[in-house]
Every structure is written in C-alpha cells, then in structure tokens.
Antibody, heavy 128, light 109 residues
C-alpha cells in the first residue's frame, strides 16, 4: 500500500524559500504524476503543481513564477520549493499521487486524472 | 483559467438524509471532474473520479453525475462518518490543469 509523508521546516521567514519533501513508501516514483496541494487556514484546497516521473512539470499559473517541483527517483522522493514567501503562503501542504484511467474508443484516447493517495499534510507558517 | 463553483457552501442535514452537492464549471470540462471528502486534520479522500466512477473502497451510498459544466455529488443516506467538507476538482486540458471548488461543509443538524 502506497503511503506519502511530507517533511520540512514548519516555520519559514518572509522573503525566504519554503522547501518540502514528500517521501513515497510502498511504491515507486518511477511512474505516475506527483502533486502538491495546500490549504491556507480557514480556506479551501489550492493545487500548486505536479511533476511526471520523467521530470516534466505543470504549475498553477498563480504560483508559477515562484514554484519549482522536482523528483528524485533514486530516493523515491519529490520536492517543492516556493520562493519569496509571505504570510499568505501559510498553509497545510499536502503531497499526492496522481493516477489516471484511460478510456479508449475508435477515435481517441481519453485520460481521466485524479489524486488518489495523499499524505497527511504538514503545516508551514511564514513569520519572522 | 477554469473556475469551479460549489453550492451550497454549507449544509446541515441529519443521519439518514439524502444530500446533493452541486459543482459548476466556468466552461465545459466534459467528464474531467473528481470529488473528495476532507475531514479536519486528515488527508483528503478521493470519492468519485471521471464524474461518476466510484473509487475503490468508497461506500456505494456516494454517487456522482453530470458532464459539461454541471455536476452533482449525492449521498443517498447520510452516515455519521460522512460529516466533512466536500470538494470538486477539475482536471481538464492538455496538459491537464487542476482547480478545486471552494468546498461544501456538511454539518449535523
């Protein structure tokens, strides 16, 4: 059974870079997409971005200029870096696996993507 | 960017009630719509993917329907463990991009 665990500093100073790692156990990062999501206090879920095991990435346009997601398949980990943080980046940060279901008909292949395994989340506070 | 709007934002119901939550996309997303259940202090849990497919291990009282811009999540008979916040999420586009709805908090009446 695949499990994900987030780790990293719980307190980051304004203007610095937030760095988190997600360790995958019971499975391999050498397949699937791997995603980061956050939830600010009292607010809903916000998708940050994902990485394919091959290294290709896609980010939320609202965060794209500050986000980098990377994967280390040798360590079975993937990581998030968010630069120039402010208090608005205070949140619970989750990592998740992105799986898909393929539907094929005679004319096209359709991939339905969904986040099926999640970590328990880690709280990051931005404060001096 | 595709916006997802859920209604209602909060809902009070009793054990045994039938509950429906609605999610509307700002443009057509075909069936690229997922539903999650989220309890405080826990990881979100995938309930429904591709608008109407039940995730393995999820009770059959949960069901999803819709396509295009309008979707619903239905709980046929509320159980005590179902009181939580529910989110819809779209995965439309190439490359696929994700947006969550703002959430619907389901509370005990």
């Amino acid at each position: 059974q695949v499990q994900l665990q987030e780790s990293g500093p719980g307190l980051v100073k304004p203007s610095e870079t937030l760095s988190l790692t997600c360790t995958v156990s019971g499975g391999s990062t050498s397949s699937y997409y791997w995603s980061w999501i956050r939830q600010p206090p009292g607010k809903g879920l916000e998708w940050i971005g994902y990485i394919y095991y091959s290294g290709s990435t896609n980010y939320n346009p609202s965060l794209r200029s500050r986000v980098t997601i990377s994967v280390d398949t040798s360590k079975n980990q993937f990581s998030l870096k968010l630069s120039s943080v402010t208090a608005a980046d205070t949140a619970v940060y989750y990592c998740a696996r992105v799986d898909w279901t393929l539907y094929s008909n005679y004319t096209e292949d359709i991939y339905y993507y969904y986040m099926d395994v999640w970590g328990k989340g880690t709280t990051v506070t931005v404060s001096s | 960017d595709i916006q997802m709007t859920q209604s209602p934002s909060s809902l009070s119901a009793s054990v045994g009630d039938r509950v429906t939550i609605t999610c509307r996309a700002s443009q057509s997303i075909s069936s690229y719509l997922n539903w999650y259940q989220h309890k405080p202090g826990k990881a979100p849990n995938l309930l429904i993917y591709a608008a109407s497919s039940l995730q393995s291990g999820v009770p059959s009282r949960f069901s999803g329907s819709g396509s295009g811009t309008d979707f619903t999540l239905t709980i046929s008979s509320l159980q005590p463990e179902d009181f939580a916040t529910y989110y819809c999420q779209q995965s439309y586009g190439t490359p696929h991009m994700y947006t969550f709805g703002q959430g619907t908090k389901l509370e005990i009446k």
